[in-house]
């Protein structure tokens, strides 16, 4: 049975992100030393031959496309962008611990958005919506190896919502310029809208013997 794997990427980091600041839709660029380390990445990873790149259309995942794709055909997909998290924007956990309505959101669920923000169901919404949409341009296509440049927020949310094996969210945080491969099937993806997570980006090798594994496949 045909496979579609597809390379999920979370994009470099940003000064908003170094300074630990809630920069969801806010459209930063990457920083000197978030752009150095997608570098390091990308000889880390070597020829990932990705057929095409589907992309958040911010700053920061367009940037990160340049530097850890280049010469690979990249589509704006507007649904993979970050939750919006409205009056939080740009502000620290430090600068909202004591607002009663950043208290509420910090309780978390799927209807509880910040203040004129996204709430977490039109986040998974959109995912849904995102992740369709690539698997359906895949299959017309032909492509059987694409990458998705995005936010950490929507990687974990895509994984932890349409991954299998289940696992919460914050197994599937990761790091800038890392993420997860996946394989979909046509006949998983139909019958049950899910995907096998099959292990992490970048590849890591075992030197002893020569296998390839992953912090998945460890139980790391």
């Known amino acids: 049975m045909k496979g579609y794997r597809i390379t999920f990427i979370r994009h470099g980091a940003t000064q908003g992100n ?4 809630y920069i969801g839709i806010t459209d930063l660029p990457l920083s000197a030393d978030g752009a150095a380390a997608l570098y390091e990445k990308a000889e880390q990873a070597g020829d990932m031959n990705f057929q095409k790149v589907y992309i958040s259309p911010l700053k920061r995942c367009l940037q990160t496309a340049y530097i850890m794709t280049p010469n690979v055909f990249t589509v704006e997909i507007p649904e993979l962008v970050e939750m919006d998290f409205g009056d939080f924007e740009e502000k ?3 600068e909202l611990k004591d607002l009663p309505e950043y208290k509420k959101f910090l309780e978390g669920g799927l209807d ?3 203040p004129n923000g996204e709430s977490a169901r039109q986040v998974v919404t959109r995912c849904f919506e995102a992740v369709a949409k690539i698997i359906g341009d895949m299959m017309e296509e032909g492509l059987t190896n694409v990458a998705v440049i995005t936010h950490s927020g929507i990687i974990m949310n895509m994984l932890a919502c349409f991954g299998l094996p289940k696992r919460p969210p914050m197994e599937y945080a990761c790091g800038f310029g890392e993420g997860f491969e996946v394989l979909v099937t046509a006949q998983l993806w139909q019958r049950s ?3 096998e997570v099959i292990g992490s980006f ?4 075992e030197e002893q013997r020569g296998e ?3 912090e998945l496949d460890s139980g790391e």
């Open 202 to 205: 970048p590849p890591v090798y």
């Open 18 to 21: 170094e300074d630990g600041k």
């Open 112 to 114: 509880n958005p910040p």
């Open 212 to 214: 390839y594994f992953t």
């Open 193 to 195: 809208g899910a995907f």
């Open 92 to 94: 620290t956990p430090a």
